[in-house]
């Protein structure tokens, strides 16, 4: 089988933290630009960060700048998102996608997705 599977998500007070997981399943991510997206009812999705291929270039999308930070483990075939200081705007489900794109620019090229691992941050 060849999929990503996201972890880690689960219920917050605001102000906590959460660190989820998007792990390759059947395949290598070496060579993939990694993105994490995430979706609220009602919402259209939106890019939150994505990370390149070799780990050095990232982007954050506004409202997490500083809160959030993406990282990747090749040896581990696993990309994370720390996610620190939740407000109750970040509850969402998030996915992560695994792409032949570069990051910065634009998100073309998605190979393989997750179903998504569902975050709410509510007191």
């Known amino acids: 089988q060849l999929q990503l599977v996201e972890s880690g998500g689960g219920l917050v007070q605001p102000g906590g933290s959460l660190r989820l997981s998007c792990a390759a399943s059947?395949?290598?991510?070496?060579?993939?630009?990694i993105g994490w997206f995430r979706q609220a009812p009602g919402k259209q999705r939106e890019k939150v960060s994505c990370?390149?291929?070799?780990?050095?270039?990232?982007n954050y999308a506004q409202y997490v700048k500083g809160r959030f930070t993406i990282s990747r483990d090749n040896a581990k075939n696993t990309v994370y998102l720390q996610m620190n200081n939740l407000k109750r705007e970040d509850t969402a489900v998030y996915y992560c996608?695994?792409?032949?794109?570069?990051?910065?620019?634009?998100?073309?090229?998605?190979?393989?997705w997750g179903n998504g691992t569902l975050v709410t941050v509510s007191s």
């Open positions: 996608e695994a792409a032949r794109s570069s990051c910065p620019g634009a998100w073309i090229g998605v190979n393989y």
């Open positions: 059947g395949f290598t991510l070496d060579g993939y630009a």
């Open positions: 990370i390149s291929s070799s780990g050095g270039g990232t």
